[in-house]
């Protein structure tokens, strides 16, 4: 069974940065997709970052050049860098994991991510 656990998550005033991660245990494939989704309250779970394991990377358009996806292999851990934060990035993130690689059109779609960790919130106030 593959286990995500999220960390990271905290409040900081407009303009801030966080860094995410995300511990990935007992998932041993060579060929994969992790991603970050974020939910605010009463709206949908939508995708933010994705990165497959042969490093393609995937950025929602609200996030890019503010957001950065990476991994350590060593340390089994994904990472999102948040930088410039926003009022309207406060959520409930996160972290998804894909057995198997996805086409760029598709790694930010939830329907593609079977497993999911508990999430870690992120609070952005102005």
């Known amino acids: 069974q593959v286990h995500l656990v999220e960390s990271g998550g905290g409040s900081v005033q407009t303009g801030g940065s966080l860094r995410l991660s995300c511990t990935v245990s007992d998932f041993t494939d060579s060929t994969y997709c992790l991603a970050w989704f974020r939910q605010a309250p009463g709206k949908e779970r939508e995708g933010v970052a994705a990165l497959d394991s042969d490093g393609s990377s995937s950025y929602a358009d609200s996030v890019k050049e503010r957001f950065t996806i990476s991994r350590s292999r060593a340390k089994n851990t994904l990472y999102l860098t948040m930088k410039s934060l926003q009022p309207e990035d406060t959520a409930m993130y996160y972290c998804?994991?894909?057995?198997?690689?996805?086409?760029?059109?598709?790694?930010?779609?939830?329907?593609?991510?079977?497993?999911w960790g508990q999430g870690t919130q992120v609070t952005v106030s102005s």
């Open positions: 998804a994991a894909a057995r198997d690689l996805l086409m760029n059109s598709m790694r930010l779609e939830r329907s593609q991510y079977a497993y």
